[in-house]
């Protein structure tokens, strides 16, 4: 199996070929839902680390159930699992790279380990936060929360998915992690497969390569390929992995079976997060299928810059994943 990652690229940023005054962003998405769910259900508790995101106007009746614990992490997470074990279904509102690395520990032991109803609503994932520099990059955390166990894992690619995920994340048993971006994307197009936790959303079908993205630049860019190589003859299928745990195995075998190759596309170190989960069960398939992994290369994401001009500065770009198409089909 071959699996090579992006290299920084001059190429045009990610555009979307959808009306761009659908656009919205997943974490306002994600604020409305949460605040119809508390009005319906007292069980839910909001649980914020001063992120900005909420406001007292928005709570009305529930707003006793919405605390501000301030810029603590690791507490944020222990007095979200000491509701959840009081019957309480906590969401948790922090940025990414807080929650999966600075509050790790709790989330480890205080959530995933007693298997809480914690979801943990994490906004600024991947390089959304571009400009606020490398310490709020998120580009470890699908990584990291999908060796938990227990962990469901979730990346939305728009506002109506983040809808219905927040939707169906409240109803599991277990922890959520929910990463979401910082801006707004437009919508993907109305005609596609609806979004159900834990099976792929199919965006195109093709029959020369499968292209599997997860989150809302990435997706766009792998439609925007597939539709590039449409215009030589290359038919390429998309797949959205909305869900990186747990993951859609069956899909991942049909891709690897009826196509050529496979290359993923997502907003991450290429150690750990999408790809490396696709790579595994191609390897345990044991099928001559092989993938290519448009990822950040493994290094920091030095500078500050706004978030389209930083995914182009480092390879997650239509122009990268048609080079690796072209090359894996040669």
């Known amino acids: 199996m071959s699996v090579v990652t992006a290299e920084p690229t001059a190429s045009a940023e990610p555009t979307a070929s959808t009306d761009p005054t659908e656009a919205r962003a997943g974490r306002?998405?994600?604020?409305?839902?949460?605040?119809e769910l508390m009005g319906r259900d007292e069980r839910h508790v909001c649980l914020d680390s001063d992120t900005g995101l909420?406001?007292?106007?928005?709570?009305?009746?529930?707003?006793?159930r919405y605390l501000n614990l301030g810029i603590a992490e690791q507490n944020l997470m222990g007095v979200?699992?000491?509701?959840?074990?009081?019957?309480?279904?906590?969401?948790?509102?922090?940025?990414a790279t807080f929650a999966a690395t600075r509050a790790l520990e709790a989330v480890k032991l205080d959530i995933a380990w007693n298997d809480l109803p914690v979801r943990i609503a994490a906004t600024h994932g991947g390089l959304s936060a571009g400009h606020l520099g490398s310490t709020h990059h998120a580009l470890e955390d699908l990584g990291?929360?999908?060796?938990?166990?227990?962990m469901t894992v979730l990346v939305p690619a728009d506002g109506p998915a983040t809808d219905t995920l927040v939707r169906a994340a409240a109803e599991l048993p277990g922890p959520v992690y929910l990463r979401l971006g910082r801006g707004a994307t437009p919508s993907l197009p109305p005609e596609a497969e609806p979004v159900r936790i834990g099976v792929a959303q199919g965006l195109r079908r093709g029959t020369d390569v499968t292209l599997i993205a997860t989150g809302p630049h990435p997706v766009l860019t792998a439609v925007e390929t597939?539709?590039?190589?449409?215009?030589?003859?290359?038919?390429?299928?998309?797949?959205?992995?909305?869900?990186?745990k747990p993951l859609d195995r069956e899909a991942i075998?049909?891709?690897?079976?009826?196509?050529?190759?496979?290359?993923t596309v997502e907003e991450h170190w290429a150690a750990g997060g999408l790809g490396s989960a696709v790579a595994e069960v191609v390897a345990e398939l044991g099928?001559?299928?092989?993938?290519?992994?448009?990822?950040?290369?493994?290094?920091?994401?030095?500078?500050?810059?706004?978030?389209?001009?930083?995914?182009a500065r480092n390879g997650i770009s239509a122009a990268t994943v048609t080079g690796h198409v072209r090359r894996l089909l040669a």
């Open 54 to 64: 909420f406001s007292a106007a928005a709570w009305g009746e529930s707003a006793p």
């Open 226 to 244: 597939a539709d590039e190589l449409a215009r030589d003859g290359i038919d390429a299928a998309v797949l959205n992995m909305h869900t990186v």
């Open 253 to 263: 075998v049909e891709a690897a079976t009826r196509t050529r190759g496979i290359v």
């Open 287 to 311: 099928v001559a299928c092989p993938v290519r992994r448009v990822a950040v290369a493994d290094r920091f994401a030095a500078g500050t810059g706004g978030h389209r001009h930083l995914l």
């Open 28 to 35: 306002e998405v994600y604020r409305d839902v949460l605040v």
């Open 144 to 150: 990291v929360m999908r060796m938990l166990p227990n």
């Open 80 to 95: 979200a699992a000491g509701l959840a074990r009081s019957g309480r279904i906590p969401f948790v509102n922090t940025m």
